[in-house]
């Protein structure tokens, strides 16, 4: 595979950008890749790189491509906006469409606000948790990410897992002193965390399905568990759904497993591909809310018009019936396929999926936490991923993320992807 320009590109991209990217795992680092490849388009589930190599697209810009791409309600309604203006800073009919649609969807949601990212939706959720509960200490769980800002930085996922920073440098001391960290699935840890330290934690934030480092799903009881715990020491329950939200179902992860939070925070596939986080949940507690209570929150590009147009056209789409039912047999094949080649080839591997979203991990299993997904064999992941870009899929570059399975993939894709990772258990496993 000719990736000349791509190659070109990033040597001139390292001389303005730090490492030549604008997100670390865009870096390809962790599957062994020189450099990464620079995309130029994409068309339903295609992308093309700037070479002209064409690849079946199972990243879905990590999530929010949830339609694939160019779907014509989202463009339509893009370009009509386009004509209109850009960014008003003021309120607009879009902002309240999606509020409406969110307010509507996803169950525990009674009033939600507009943010740019999904950093920003976790960061001002425990902001108001801490506001609302006049307490300090937040409790996350080992392996999950909820964005870069600083309080999170502590055993994250994502990025920082696939670079092994367990911390980051610039973030203080202080602040991760704040953050108090158990072991996801870990039902036991985290009552004796909230029985010695119940009355001073504002906030649990959870991964509903996790998805950063790679897919572990809620074993049964763990949210009840959160849930439990939460009320029992008047702590504010978040559910970062910010992958799971629009994706493991219309309701998101709440309405799947039956489990309502406080708060919510969502983002990516609410963007419809534009840049939109948004935190939301009980009217008492986003009542706390500026300008409405005392805590304060702001966005001169909140509520966007052009990141409205595309998020609210994505989810009238989503909101047909049917939808989720092909998501789920999308899934559903993707992961039969991959484990009828994994074992023609006699090889173990662990296959967690939950709708859309599925990791194979290079290991025997089972993967309930992030001390099991460590046990996967890396290498053989960076194998398999440069095997598969070769054969013209393309997977996340990190044994630690998730396939994002797309609306748009047609049989014909389906069969590619299942043929290609035929191919290479076969080699690999003999
Ligand atoms: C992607 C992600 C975030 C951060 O969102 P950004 O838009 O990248 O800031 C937060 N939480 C979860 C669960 C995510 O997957």
């Known amino acids: 595979m000719n990736t000349e320009t791509s190659a070109r590109l990033f040597e001139e991209a390292l001389q303005y950008i730090p490492g030549g990217v604008n997100s670390p795992v865009r870096a390809m680092k962790g599957v062994g890749m020189p450099h990464p490849l620079f995309i130029s388009r994409a068309e339903r589930s295609h992308i093309w790189d700037a070479d002209g190599n064409e690849f079946v697209d199972f990243v879905s810009s990590w999530g929010p491509m949830i339609l694939g791409w160019g779907h014509p309600e989202v463009v339509g309604r893009l370009k009509e906006q386009v004509d209109k203006g850009t960014s008003y800073g003021a309120p607009t009919e879009l902002e309240v469409e999606l509020a409406r649609l969110v307010c509507e969807a996803v169950p525990s949601v009674e009033l939600v606000r507009m943010v740019n990212s999904g950093t920003e939706a976790t960061m001002s959720a425990v ?44 973030v203080t001391k ?68 910010v992958i799971t939200g629009f994706r493991v179902g219309w309701g998101g992860a709440q309405e799947r497993y039956d489990v309502m939070p406080d708060l919510t925070t969502l983002g990516k596939i609410i963007g419809g591909g534009l840049p939109v986080g948004a935190f939301g949940g009980r009217r008492d507690i986003m009542e706390t809310v500026a300008p409405l209570g005392s805590t304060y929150q702001a966005g001169t590009l909140s509520g966007n018009p052009l990141a409205m147009a595309a998020g609210a056209a994505t989810l009238r789409v989503l909101s047909e019936p049917g939808v989720y039912e092909q998501l789920e047999a999308a899934g559903a094949r993707v992961e039969a396929s991959l484990r009828a080649a994994a074992d023609a080839a006699g090889r173990a591997v662990t296959i967690n999926r939950v709708g859309p979203m599925l990791t194979m991990f290079f290991c025997e299993g089972p993967v309930h936490s992030f001390a099991d997904a460590k046990a996967a064999d890396t290498a053989a992941y960076a194998a398999y991923w440069r095997h598969m870009l070769e054969a013209g899929v393309y997977l996340a570059p990190s044994q630690f993320e998730a396939a994002m399975i797309s609306l748009a993939l047609t049989e014909a894709d389906l069969e590619k992807a299942a043929a290609a990772a035929s191919d290479w258990f076969a080699g690999a496993g003999a």
């Open 127 to 170: 902001r108001v948790a801490r506001g609302f509960t006049g307490r300090e200490k937040i409790v996350k769980f080992i392996g999950c990410y909820h964005g870069h800002s600083d309080g999170f930085l502590a055993a994250a996922g994502s990025g920082v897992l696939t670079l092994a920073l367990p911390d980051s440098p610039g």
């Open 174 to 241: 202080g602040t991760t002193a704040d953050t108090l960290l158990v072991e996801y699935n870990d039902v036991a840890a985290l009552t004796e965390l909230f029985e010695e330290r119940g009355e001073e934690i504002a906030a649990l934030i959870v991964e509903p399905v996790a998805g950063n480092m790679g897919v572990v799903p809620p074993q049964p009881g763990f949210l009840e568990a959160c849930r439990e715990l939460c009320t029992r020491h008047g702590a504010v329950l978040i559910f970062d759904e």
